[in-house]
């Protein structure tokens, strides 16, 4: 009878039984914090949009202080008699059919119309509503997320696009690093595209033999400091008006404003810790992975 002797497999009884990599106890909160969240997100979206709810993004900065430019408007229907003087609408016009208005009630008529005006703006809009003209009327104003929301089509196209492209490369660190970087570079895009953090707009001015006086408007997210060129100088906040008298013009008769953001020294540390990320995040995962090595 013939007999045969087991051998083993090259290299089997050299190297140790390799197991997948256990998920930490940190990790798998993490992981069911953010479900959970997500669930509730999600739970939350499909009851706005079952009770007949729409969202808007405020673009421009008629309402000031109360719906800055990049403010989410979440509105849920409202019946008009139900409204008064002082509370925010959205509405469209026949006159301007698929462009969004959020303004304040400052009169309703005896039929029932409702006479509306930005919170900024010197002038009562040229219509009159009805209910067929109101959208509806806030139940939240998130401040600086329509920004977020701007920002998706560009995010989501940049993160897809850095993926696909760093696929290419199978070390991990090199991968890694270079998405981390990707991302860091497409928001940086999407901020220079949109401009959320600075911006002033001027909304009147008048001039006369003195100068200029110009009424402005901060609509970006962080505070700014307005210098006009021979004239005052103006902390502003998001939505916030102010008015700068310049008396030195140039040869053309123009003025010059300068805007920089102004911030706290704590304001200052968040924004480097914030620029700080994706350099920390790259130098973390080479760290991870010469650990593991090791």
């Not at 208005?101 to 010197?122: E, F, K, M, S």
């Not at 909304?203 to 609509?219: C, F, K, L, M, Q």
Request: with cysteine; proline share 5%.
């Amino acid at each position: 009878m013939s007999q045969t002797a087991a051998l083993p497999l090259s290299g089997t009884l050299d190297r140790p039984f390799l197991r997948g990599r256990q998920t930490s106890r940190s990790e798998t909160v993490a992981a069911w914090t953010v479900a959970v969240v997500a669930a509730l997100l999600l739970g939350a979206a499909v009851l706005f949009l079952a009770a007949g709810g729409r969202w808007f993004v405020v673009e421009t900065p008629s309402m000031g202080e109360a719906a800055p430019v990049g403010t989410l408007v979440l509105d849920l229907p409202v019946d008009v008699s139900t409204l008064h003087v002082g509370d925010v609408v959205s509405f469209e016009t026949a006159a301007n059919r698929g462009v969004v208005y959020t303004h304040r009630i400052i009169a309703i008529d005896a039929h029932g119309g409702l006479h509306t005006r930005g919170d900024i703006n010197g002038a009562t809009d040229p219509w009159t509503l009805g209910q067929a003209d109101v959208i509806g009327s806030p139940a939240l104003l998130v401040p600086h997320l329509g920004w977020l929301f701007r920002a998706a089509p560009i995010l989501l196209i940049g993160t897809l696009l850095v993926w696909t492209v760093t696929s290419v490369f199978t070390d991990r660190v090199t991968r890694s690093s270079l998405r981390i970087a990707g991302g860091a570079l497409t928001a940086s895009y999407a901020a220079f595209v949109l401009k959320p953090f600075v911006n002033v707009t001027t909304i009147t001015n008048t001039s006369s033999p003195a100068g200029v006086e110009a009424t402005i408007v901060s609509s970006g997210v962080f505070p700014v400091r307005v210098e006009a060129h021979g004239g005052n100088t103006l902390h502003l906040v998001d939505g916030q008006v102010g008015r700068v008298v310049i008396h030195e013009l140039t040869e053309n008769g123009h003025y010059q404003m300068a805007s920089n953001i102004d911030l706290d020294p704590v304001g200052w540390a968040a924004l480097i810790a914030v620029c700080l990320v994706p350099l920390v995040l790259c130098l973390a995962v080479g760290r991870v992975e010469t650990v593991r090595a090791s």
